[in-house]
């Protein structure tokens, strides 16, 4: 890895040759610490910013912090204008790395930049109330003010947190979860996330990144009526689906809700479990429309208040995951946690050691064979880009232009193994890199030109011809 004297030197080189990395270069996306979705433990990173100056070709280089697999500087797209640029690195593997480009013109680096820490791995939102949410003192319903951070620097989350639903998301500012650390864009202080977060890195070697989206004494009709009014508490989780699960990806949305219900269904008007179901699987199907994706759900079970515990609204939650197709996992039993209100903050709030109690039984839930064979991860989206220092989302990547090489053997129509993550078109000089074999069976390629290191087949009537423009 490279040292920060030498990244130093680099840019002072760079600037006495002319090239005000500044004013010329940057890399704008992704975000230091941003960690995307793993799906088959591998994700597409997009990689976007500016350049004033033409560079002919733009190579990146991925070193390992943690885990992964490394990349040496690899030419990822060619002739770049001066403006706005986007590309994407397809197929890197679950791990923790630094991400360096440069910009080459005749032979010589012209601009460099990079990013300290981005991942693949895994990312979550939370939802439900507050001992999903959180809080800190002086709150009264809050009085303890122990809260653990991370051990491991792969934790993270965006440090803040809001009550204004009418608001657009700031730009993603990633950090490490600290105890005090807000989880955006309604967590309150770490609760038992960053402890979570600790237990993801250290059994499945990944880093992870939380939002939370959860809003204090909701009950879960609340949740269901604001669906349809784009009102609080649904507004802060559909704002996240929309901004923070489009930009990074999603494993899962782990939801903690019931302390509020108890009164629905044992004293008040009593509710049946078909109405409770109900109304979840409206909240759940609405995250999935506003998402685009059929996210997946972990579901507690949840209902104490003070001395008070109901057996109704945990068998509902508990048969809930049962639904056919409803792509729900069943969550961690909290109750026992420090039961009764002598041990609760308020008769309801965990509090000290029960962080790591909640963490546990979190962490039991999700490492089980059930929830990491079958959940449904949702990769970032290809559409990405930035205007005015914030992500926008555009029209998708354009087809790969420029140099299109392979990084293994295989199909020649298998866009895998192709730099741009797209199968090769007349736009593309190509490039079949050294010890790579590609089939051509059954089809007709056109291209701009070939450079051929590797072995090129021809099968079944299988033809290439160069396109001269």
């Known amino acids: 890895m490279r040292t920060a ?23 704008t996306m992704p975000v230091d610490r941003s960690v995307f979705q793993r799906v088959n433990n ?4 997009q990689i976007g910013g500016f350049t004033d100056v033409f560079i002919e070709q733009l190579q990146i280089k991925l070193e390992v912090i943690n885990g992964g697999i490394s990349i040496d500087w690899t030419t990822i797209n060619t002739n770049i204008l001066p403006g706005d640029f986007r ?9 923790w790395y630094q991400v360096e480009t440069r910009g080459l013109s005749n032979g010589s680096i012209v601009a460099f930049d990079e990013v300290g820490k981005v991942g693949v791995g895994e990312v979550f939102i939370i ?3 507050s001992n999903a949410q959180g809080g800190r003192p002086p709150h009264p319903e809050f009085s303890t003010n122990v809260f653990y951070g991370a051990d491991d620097d792969r934790v993270n989350c965006i440090n803040y947190s809001t009550n204004n639903p009418a608001i657009n998301y700031p730009f993603p500012s990633i950090s490490k979860v600290q105890p005090e650390t807000d989880v955006a864009p309604k967590g309150e202080a770490s609760w038992c996330w960053a402890l979570l977060g600790d237990k993801i890195v250290e059994e499945w070697n990944v880093p992870v990144l939380f939002f939370n989206a959860a809003v204090g004494a909701t009950t879960m009709s609340t949740w269901s009526q604001s669906v349809n009014s784009n009102s609080e508490p649904y507004i802060y989780l559909k704002k996240s689906l929309e ?24 004293v008040n008007m009593p509710q049946s479990c078909n109405d409770y179901q109900s109304n979840l699987t409206t909240i759940i199907n609405r995250s999935r429309s506003d998402l685009g994706a059929n996210v997946s759900w972990v579901i507690s079970k949840v209902s104490r208040l003070a001395d008070w515990t109901s057996s109704g609204l945990i068998q509902c939650q508990e048969s809930f995951p049962t639904i056919p197709d409803i792509n729900a996992f069943a969550g961690p039993y909290t109750d026992f946690i420090q039961p009764g209100s002598a041990y609760r903050d308020g008769g309801v709030h965990f509090r000290g050691t029960g962080f790591i109690e909640l963490a546990d039984v979190w962490f039991n ?3 089980q064979p059930n929830f990491i064979n079958n959940s449904t991860p949702v990769a970032a989206t290809n559409n990405l880009k930035v205007v005015n220092n914030e992500y926008v989302f555009g029209n998708s990547l354009a087809p790969c232009a420029g140099l299109n090489q392979t990084i293994a053997s295989g199909n020649w129509n298998d866009p895998s193994i192709w730099s741009c993550g797209a199968v090769p078109t007349s736009l593309n000089e190509i490039v079949i890199n050294t010890e790579h074999t590609i089939l051509i069976s059954e089809a007709t390629v056109f291209i701009k030109n070939l450079v051929l290191n590797g072995s090129l087949i021809f099968e079944n009537g299988g033809n290439l011809f160069q396109v001269d423009y």
């Open 5 to 27: 004297f030498t990244i130093a030197l680099l840019k002072l080189l760079l600037a006495l040759n002319g090239a005000d990395l500044y004013a010329q270069f940057a890399i």
């Open 42 to 45: 591998k994700a597409t990173i």
């Open 87 to 95: 590309c994407q690195i397809p197929d890197i593997e679950a791990g």
């Open 127 to 129: 939802a439900g109330q």
């Open 365 to 367: 839930s999700i490492n």
């Open 243 to 266: 901004y923070y699960a489009k930009i990074f990806g999603v494993r899962a949305i782990l939801w903690h809700q019931g302390e509020s219900d108890i009164f629905n269904f044992d």
